[in-house]
């Protein structure tokens, strides 16, 4: 009988162990560099959330109590160098009260709205996108790993199909290519999917702190200019 591998080799040239041997290989290096990326995009959003963020409620305070000092006394030039000081200017809630008080003619109904859309296209608009990779890589690398057991199973059935007798040592680098790229899948994927809980809760956690401190600026902007009309966000 003639199996696979004599096919291909009569056909191209190439042994059908050298094709196998090259695709398991290429799953192993796909799994690992999607693995290399997932942990990176993981790093970059924690780093993120942690920098866009006041370092602890006394901090937030603080900038508060300073923006609200300028603003009670109409200075919003002041107010503005309270924003983009070293120790608030990475946060998101001073990066958006600038752009509020830059844009302070257009009341603050609108700057509502110009404040969450900026909050978006700025700030969670990257986040969706490294978080999206993330649901990629939880995604991707079992179905590598589905993909190399399938191609494992392929060529040891192709040397039981094209051979007598089997020793079974010849079958050992098929199963171990099947095995091992489900079992790496599954070991990749099970952490990321733990992280990427982590990274919604703290999200969520984000997105609540920048909603309060914008609330509270808006509320002192509003004073600041004499307005009436209450504010929410």
Request: charged share 20%.
């Amino acid at each position: 009988m003639i199996g696979p591998s004599m096919v291909l080799a009569q056909s191209t040239g190439v042994s059908f162990d050298t094709v196998m041997r090259w695709l398991g290989n290429s799953i192993y290096a796909a799994q690992a560099l999607l693995a290399i990326w997932g942990i990176f995009c993981v790093f970059v959003i924690l780093s993120r959330l942690k920098h866009l963020r006041f370092r602890n409620e006394q901090h937030e305070q603080e900038f508060h109590r300073a923006l609200a000092g300028a603003l009670s006394h109409g200075m919003f030039d002041e107010a503005e160098q309270v924003c983009v000081q070293p120790q608030y200017w990475p946060t998101a809630v001073a990066q958006l009260a600038r752009f509020a008080i830059e844009n302070r003619s257009l009341g603050i109904r609108k700057l509502r709205t110009a404040i969450v859309e900026k909050f978006q296209r700025d700030v969670l608009d990257d986040l969706d996108n490294r978080t999206s990779w993330v649901q990629t890589v939880i995604r991707a690398e079992p179905m590598l790993g589905l993909l190399g057991t399938v191609l494992g199973m392929i060529g040891a059935f192709g040397k039981i199909a094209g051979a007598e007798r089997v020793n079974p040592q010849d079958l050992a680098g098929d199963i171990s290519l099947a095995l091992l790229t489900t079992a790496i899948g599954l070991a990749v994927a099970t952490p990321f999917l733990i992280a990427m809980n982590f990274i919604v809760s703290r999200r969520r956690s984000f997105e609540d702190s920048v909603r309060d401190g914008i609330t509270i600026f808006l509320e002192t902007l509003e004073a600041a200019l004499g307005m009436r009309t209450p504010v929410g966000v």
